[in-house]
């Protein structure tokens, strides 16, 4: 199985310009999340999905936006791109909510110049 | 501060030696504590997993915690150079609905 896949793999983005960050998984989980890294400041949860039709906020929500349409698909959205979300953004997923067992696909590498 | 620390490194071994890893947090309530790998370019994947106080064993990994001193552990027996990687320790409480906090990630690499 596949897993969790992400898309694009990299991109260099204006300034301004929106975007959005593809996530899928076929392990039929039920919670999704979107992380961002950057260095020394390891993995900040952005938003989270316990379920579809349901999302939360993290840690870190401003400036992006999720929806979970159905169980496999959790896109990330960038709706005018500032340089500070220059990062690697990593989609995961575990099985239920409450499971501390968490899948990591990726990652995107997202450049806002 | 942040909640939980973790010293970045580099640590640099000679391959066959002992890898000990570690990190401190604040959070009291945190219950499950977990230790990533992460690979240069790749997303992180889970290496142990422990709930609560006490040691864990799978193969050459050990992880440790104690709880009393807000202090995990993860040891890393005859170390290979295929075991160079970022190592990311991952907390949560049940309350938080187990979302993660992590660490900022040790960079380790093994010399043949």
């Known amino acids: 199985t596949a897993g969790i896949t992400q898309a694009p793999t990299s991109q260099i983005l204006a300034a301004g310009r929106s975007m959005t960050l593809r996530c899928t998984q076929d392990?039929?989980?039920?919670?999704m999340y979107w992380y961002r890294q950057d260095l020394g400041l390891g993995l900040r949860l952005i938003h989270y999905?316990?379920?579809?039709?349901?999302?939360g906020k993290g840690e870190v929500p401003d400036g992006y936006s999720v929806s979970r349409a159905n169980t496999d698909d959790f896109p990330l959205t960038l709706a005018s791109a500032v340089p500070s979300q220059t990062s690697v953004y990593f989609c995961?997923?575990?099985?239920?909510?409450?499971?501390?067992?968490?899948?990591f696909g990726p990652g995107t590498r997202l450049t806002v110049l | 501060q942040k909640e939980v620390e973790q010293d970045p490194g580099p640590l640099s071994v000679p391959e066959g030696a002992i890898v000990s890893l570690n990190c401190t947090y604040s959070?009291?309530?945190?219950?499950?504590f977990m230790w990533y790998r992460q690979y240069s370019r790749k997303g992180p994947e889970l290496l142990m997993y422990?709930?609560?106080?006490g040691n864990k064993e799978d193969g050459r990994f050990t992880a440790q915690v104690d709880k009393s001193s807000k202090y995990i552990s993860l040891f890393i027996r005859d170390s290979q150079p295929s075991d160079s990687a970022t190592y990311l320790c991952?907390?949560?409480?049940?309350?938080?609905?187990?979302?993660?906090?992590f660490g900022g990630g040790t960079r380790v690499l093994v010399k043949p």
């Open positions: 995961a997923s575990s099985l239920r909510t409450g499971m501390a067992e968490q899948f």
């Open positions: 392990m039929r989980h039920n919670a």
């Open positions: 999905s316990n379920t579809a039709g349901t999302t």
């Open positions: 959070n009291s309530a945190f219950q499950y």
């Open positions: 422990t709930y609560s106080s």
């Open positions: 991952a907390m949560s409480d049940q309350a938080a609905g187990n979302k993660l906090t």
